[in-house]
């Protein structure tokens, strides 16, 4: 059996799109089912509220907080609490924040931006920042991610501390916010068939798609599939060739071992990022699978009779 292969079609900051080939859908199922729920990142696991005037109740806000997504692009550096060998919160397995606004005029908003990292002298512990994001908005300030909005003479001060672990424990550590694939179309035209309809017919036929996956070229009134990976299994196409009289004027199928994945992040990790530690992660879990068991073990287990 040949090596299952990557192939990036698109890539940028946030998102990435490739197709994985050469294996099944249970593979690539799970590839998606780790990189959802097994992908470590930096997240805040313990708040510490010493000041909240705010509208907000103490745990209404701790929560808000806590899904705040950290950069954890250096994540593979810190241990999990559970493991680490210290008595608590070292530099090795958590990295600690403040936040300490006061409201001087009439309304004072917090953001995400105001909380500090205080992780002096770990120089892992300083790369944990809170994620800022692409401002999308002209003129406004869609970086920054708002916890709560403060009154007049209101104050909030609280200590944060960031600690590893997975989406599996909680959702605050999910690393991606759309992780989803699907089969790699294999779309077929009947040339002779393309030939045999009228210009009106083949106009109508490239419209019917929703997603634009065929042309028309205006210079030889030829149809093509010019956007195969566009299709989305809505079987227009095929409807419309039966309307036609024509049922094998196109073919839709999916090729059963190559799938498109498209991999949105929360920010806290980068995109090619959360797939190679997601492969690490599946290919860990697959080697667990190959190691024998001690069958000695079992030897010294007695059923009863009834069992």
């Known amino acids: 059996?040949?090596?299952?292969?990557?192939?990036?079609?698109?890539?940028?900051?946030?998102?990435?799109?490739?197709?994985?080939?050469?294996?099944?859908?249970?593979?690539?199922?799970?590839?998606?089912?780790?990189?959802?729920?097994?992908?470590p990142t930096m997240a805040f696991d313990f708040v510490d509220i010493k000041i909240n005037d705010s509208v907000l109740h103490d745990e209404f806000l701790a929560h808000r907080l806590g899904l705040i997504p950290l950069q954890s692009f250096n994540v593979d550096e810190f241990n999990y609490a559970r493991d680490c060998d210290c008595d608590e919160n070292c530099a090795r397995c958590a990295v600690k924040f403040s936040l300490r606004m006061r409201c001087t005029g009439e309304t004072q908003s917090v953001f995400s931006s105001d909380i500090t990292n205080v992780s002096h002298g770990s120089e892992a512990g300083a790369k944990v920042q809170p994620v800022v994001f692409?401002?999308?908005?002209?003129?406004?300030?869609?970086?920054?991610i708002l916890v709560v909005k403060l009154g007049k003479n209101q104050d909030i001060e609280a200590d944060l501390i960031a600690r590893k672990g997975i989406a599996k424990e909680h959702a605050k550590w999910q690393s991606v916010s759309v992780a989803v694939f699907a089969y790699d179309p294999d779309i077929t035209l009947d040339a002779a068939q393309t030939d045999q309809l009228s210009?009106?017919?083949r106009k109508e036929f490239v419209a019917c798609c929703p997603t634009k996956v065929f042309t028309l070229d205006d210079h030889n009134k030829q149809v093509s599939c010019t956007q195969p990976r566009n299709c989305m299994y809505c079987d227009e196409c095929v409807r419309k060739a039966e309307e036609f009289g024509r049922p094998d004027l196109v073919t839709v199928r999916q090729k059963p071992d190559r799938f498109i994945f498209t991999v949105e992040t929360t920010g806290s990790l980068r995109p090619e990022q959360v797939v190679v530690m997601a492969l690490k992660v599946l290919c860990g879990?697959?080697?667990g699978l190959r190691s024998p068991l001690p069958l000695q073990q079992f030897d010294e287990i007695e059923l009863d009779d009834d069992f």
Do not use: H, Y
Request: net charge negative; hydrophobic share 35%.
């Open 285 to 287: 879990k697959l080697s």
């Open 1 to 39: 059996m040949s090596k299952a292969e990557i192939e990036i079609l698109e890539l940028s900051g946030e998102s990435i799109r490739f197709v994985l080939s050469n294996t099944d859908p249970s593979v690539a199922n799970a590839l998606r089912r780790v990189m959802i729920s097994e992908v």
């Open 199 to 201: 210009d009106d017919q």
């Open 134 to 144: 692409r401002d999308a908005t002209p003129g406004g300030d869609g970086s920054r």
